[in-house]
């Protein structure tokens, strides 16, 4: 069977009763007015012709000429542009919940991430992967993590050096760092992974620290993990951190952001901050947040009922402080303003599924934070499209150009003015398959009404 027949049949599994997406061959925009995130700018009046994949030809509407039997896709009044990635998403790591993992990876189609970050990896995903690059399952290409390495899983430096070559060996794409590591055993894996050429990312051991890990290059700092360390006062005592940070935040010294900035800049890691994530821990009442988010319905109940006990749980604790969370997240956020002014690589992600974050929605609430940390819509969009590109070291991901993947959006209105437009859609476009919203929208409802009990 063909991929792109496969690729259809798996739609129709996830959206029905709707009907399959149409017009999967090649296929026209016409007339529509390219936003193409290679600079700040947008170029009306343009005719992008897609085949087999990727960007065909852009061209001036009016001296394109189409064939009579190529169809098209009408975008007067309307802007395209790349597809979005989510550069901290969690796909389900148990085999077994084979339907929520499909559900998981609509709900990031369906709102325009044509690529995805896993973060959190198992075996299984390496299946998925090949079956969404052969146009098998309806998802984002996945760059895929294998499984953690932490305090737990790692039981000595040998023991994560056989971890390092072992994962590079089974074909994931990087390895995830999480909290635990000792600098033995973090020095180790680094080391390892050097040698393997596999990058490493993620969170900062507190044993390790931030400044230990930007000079062993490790290739992503997740959450802003490590910084408050940094920041502290000199001659402050480190304490216990508390969430990426929130306990030392009350000592940080604001000065030393630049330093910190310099550093990382200079070592060539990236940020991934997950600042909806942070958001929602930090900021939120989660009474207010299931009575205002129409996007929890697209999540199991008892998943939302667990992020409502996990936040309560928080704010009863005795060292929970609601002016000194605010000033936390306060903090942060001119940490990554100052990041981005001062040539850090910034990547979108929201660590999702989790703490009220509803993939593929959550990247929605992370542009917007991002847009009022200080960065333009464009600067808050390249984040997820153009960034990536010079992240992966392929110039042609996340821009339209001629010969790169078509992996687009289609909205309604122009998302440079305001980055709410990236939810105007009128479809994705995922590998050159046309998912109109129509059908997007029919696969959100049945996931609705099948989470409503």
Avoid at 77 to 100: I, K
Avoid at 269 to 294: C, I, K, Y
Avoid at 314 to 342: C, T, Y
């Amino acid at each position: 069977m063909k991929p792109l027949l496969f690729a259809l049949l798996a739609l129709a599994h996830l959206i029905a009763p709707a009907a399959a997406a149409t017009r999967p061959g090649p296929i026209a925009f016409v007339n529509v007015t390219v936003v193409p995130m290679d600079s700040e700018r947008v170029i009306p009046g343009r005719t992008v012709v897609v085949r087999d994949g990727r960007i065909e030809s852009i061209g001036a509407t009016a001296v394109t000429t189409l064939p009579a039997d190529l169809p098209q896709i009408d975008g007067t009044g309307r802007y395209l542009m790349p597809g979005l990635a989510e550069m901290h998403a969690h796909v389900p790591p148990n085999p077994q919940q084979v339907q929520w993992t499909r559900d998981v990876l609509f709900l990031y189609v369906a709102n325009g991430i044509t690529f995805a970050r896993s973060m959190l990896g198992a075996p299984h995903h390496l299946e998925l992967r090949e079956r969404a690059e052969r146009g098998q399952l309806l998802s984002p290409r996945l760059l895929l993590s294998g499984p953690s390495f932490n305090g737990n899983s790692v039981t000595s430096p040998e023991a994560g050096r056989r971890m390092v070559v072992d994962q590079s060996a089974a074909g994931y794409d990087f390895l995830k760092i999480h909290p635990g590591l000792d600098r033995p055993r973090y020095d180790a894996i680094a080391e390892a992974a050097r040698v393997a050429q596999i990058p490493f990312g993620g969170h900062v051991p507190d044993a390790v620290g931030i400044l230990r890990a930007l000079a062993a290059e490790q290739r992503t700092v997740d959450h802003l993990d490590g910084y408050m360390a940094l920041l502290l006062a000199p001659g402050a005592e480190a304490g216990e951190p508390g969430f990426f940070g929130y306990a030392q935040s009350v000592r940080a010294d604001e000065s030393r952001i630049t330093e910190a900035v310099r550093r990382t800049r200079e070592a060539g890691s990236w940020q991934v901050p997950t600042e909806s994530l942070v958001h929602h821990v930090m900021l939120h009442d989660p009474g207010n947040l299931l009575a205002g988010r129409d996007e929890l319905r697209f999540v199991p109940r008892p998943m939302r009922e667990s992020w409502v006990a996990a936040r309560a749980n928080l704010q009863s604790s005795p060292q929970w402080n609601g002016v000194q969370a605010r000033r936390f997240v306060e903090l942060r956020s001119r940490l990554i303003k100052a990041m981005h002014d001062g040539g850090a690589g910034l990547l979108l992600g929201s660590d999702s599924p989790q703490w009220f974050n509803v993939p593929g929605f959550a990247i929605h609430h992370e542009l917007r934070i991002l847009v009022e940390a200080g960065l333009t819509p464009f600067e808050a969009l390249a984040t997820g499209t153009r960034n990536v590109g010079q992240f992966l070291g392929d110039e042609s991901h996340g821009v339209i150009a001629a010969g790169a993947r078509a992996d687009l959006i289609l909205l309604e209105a122009n998302p440079l003015a305001d980055v709410a437009n990236v939810q105007r859609r009128a479809g994705v476009m995922l590998g050159g398959l046309w998912i109109a919203e129509s059908e997007i929208q029919s696969g959100l409802n049945a996931l609705a009404r099948r989470f409503a009990d």
